[in-house]
């Protein structure tokens, strides 16, 4: 693990990754009837509806990235969006609004949890179509070099089985042959779906793709934050300088199923098991504990977000659900009002 | 400039150069759109505007249409080339997954104002997949304006409306209207949703749109002859469709009949004939296509194509 962080840089992260997961084991929770961080009281009608996407153990990326990123900067995510959002500085309890549908949440309700957004801190949306983010961010980078937006940049989050569809290497392409200002990261979990992503990619992955487009390409233990931190400040660093697209390849793990309904009984218990032993959270606490912070403070960190996370629920809970008038708007603004 | 004769190509270029003018944010992005694009459409902008706005691109229409929600998103307005409506097949997802969903799913926070232009129709002796008339399609699509421009001045006010409109709007000029020359007001910029009249009669209405209204009128001249007045409506936005315009016609003749280039089932003329019936208890009739790919040889091709006899003898059927 690295240990050239700023002071307090390292809770910071840990403080990142913490929420993320506090946030997504309550929504796991609520999407189950219950409506506590601790995981009681499940058994009620489901609070949170709909397919459930967890990023339970692959933290570390999005904390890692997002710490080198401004407001200015744009960000695309995937069907597994929460981490990415949180990480990007997205408001935890309007996040939480929306997946329980409420008006308040970011999205009045329209999106829920698969298409959890936050333009406001350039958050441009989680994606329900897998590889759909990859051309719309090279379609922001390009805004970006356009308007010389300073040296702002987009980052682009994707899975391991987004590469197998064409607007990966359409948008990786267009990163290059633009020099646009774009970090591509892949968040390589090993599975696609219910199926392991390795034999279904022929090939090297993501890295090599990446190379054989001239897009300099970093491989990273994702399940390390300080690893990611330190590669991502690097590349972060090269594409605002206007180097061009980089890719940041990041090896980590899905914990849960696909969709927090799946429990993933096809895949050989002896692979979660030694994926825990990784797990990123433990490890950078145990990291952090060895360079002399104190459990009390990492203790107080781990509180402070279940009592968030405990309070977004309580709002959540209590907001109220958008107007059916309301699934009338924000269609287009041409014609509004033939809706026959 | 105000009125001069240009073909539908260049009426097309003299809107993208006073919109281009008007608005820095207007972008072009395509296929060869700095040769001038495949039809003319483009000619000349890449040299007055230079390559950071008319940008020539890689042949990747998903990233071409995707590339245009981030780059709406973003702040710019772009207009995305999609060579031919075949072609744009393969930027679906982006144009009815990420643009056409956007606005409404992320609550408001985005819009997207882009412009998908993507010629549609029979080209002569091109066979299956570049014939295609998909509108319906795209009218089936909530979050999209549909529209589809039958003459040079209305290619020009359109394509202006459609910049203008922050929408994302589907923009199917015909593939072999390009040449087509006629009077063009530049200072005109026709609004979308709203029909235009083409000839006024109490007889029958007849709705129509795109090159379609070529033998359309055609029909409506032989009609006349004859003493059948036909009240001729070009659609021209099939997406808000101008209901009152087609709705008040249809009161006063009491028989409709909706022609179309594209296959007849499941096609826009059965919304506009459905909506007629409904509102107005008149008669409707519809006439497209058999459903079949378009062939290649002249004596298949011909099998897609609605003439004027065909036009005329539903007419008559219909009034009579
Ligand atoms: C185009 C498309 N095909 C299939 C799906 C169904 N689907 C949703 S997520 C997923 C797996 C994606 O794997 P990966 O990109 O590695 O991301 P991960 O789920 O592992 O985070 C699939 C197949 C989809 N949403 N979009």
Known sequence: MESNLPPHAGEVLYRVMVRIRAFENAAETAS???????????????KVRGPLHLSTGQEAVPAGVCAHLRTSDYLTSTHRGHGHTLAKGADLTRMMCELFGKATGFNGGKGGSMHIADFSVGMLGANGVVAAGLPIAVGAAHAQKLLKRSDDITVCFFGDGAINRGPFLEALNWARVYDLPVLFVCEDNRWSATTASGPMTAGDGASARAASMD????????????????????????????AGPRLLHALTYRVKGHVSVDLAAYRDPAELAAALETD??????????????????????????????DTALAVADAAPWPEASAAFTDVQTTGAGQWL | MAVTTLSYSEAAVRALQQEMDADPRVVVLGEDVGRGGIFGQYKGLQQQYGAERVIDTPISEAAIMGAGVGMALAGLRPVVEMRVVDFALCGMDELVNQAAKNRFMFGGQGRVPLVARMPGGIWDASAAQHSQSLEAWFAHLPGVVVVSPSTPQDNHGLL?????????????????LWGLRGEVDDTLVVPLGQAARVREGNALTLVSWSKQMQPCA??????????????????RTLWP????TVLSSCARTGRLLVV??????????????????????????????????????????????????????AAKKLAG
């Open chain 1, 32 to 46: 189950q009837g219950g409506v506590s961080a601790y995981g009681q009281q499940a058994g009620g009608a489901a």
């Open chain 1, 215 to 242: 897009i300099a390409a970093t491989q990273v233990d994702g399940n390390d934050v300080f690893a990611v931190h330190s590669a991502a400040q690097r590349l972060v660093a090269e594409v605002r300088s206007g």
């Open chain 1, 280 to 309: 990123p959270i433990a490890r950078a606490r145990g990291h952090l504990l060895d360079t002399g912070v104190a459990a009390a403070t990492l203790d107080a960190i781990e509180n402070a977000a279940r009592d968030e996370v």
């Open chain 2, 160 to 176: 202006r409306a459609a910049l203008q409109c922050g929408d994302p709007v589907v923009y199917i000029e015909h593939k072999t």
């Open chain 2, 218 to 235: 055609a029909a409506c001249d032989a009609l006349a002859a004859e003493g059948i007045a036909v009240d001729l409506i070009d659609l």
């Open chain 2, 241 to 244: 469709w101008d209901r009152e």
């Open chain 2, 260 to 313: 179309h280039e594209a296959v007849q089932a499941a096609g826009f003329g059965a919304e506009i004939a459905a909506s007629a019936a409904e509102a107005t208890g008149c008669r409707v009739a519809r006439l497209g296509a058999p459903r079949i790919p378009v062939g290649y040889a002249p004596v298949l091709e011909a099998q897609s194509r609605v003439g004027v006899d065909a036009i005329v003898a």
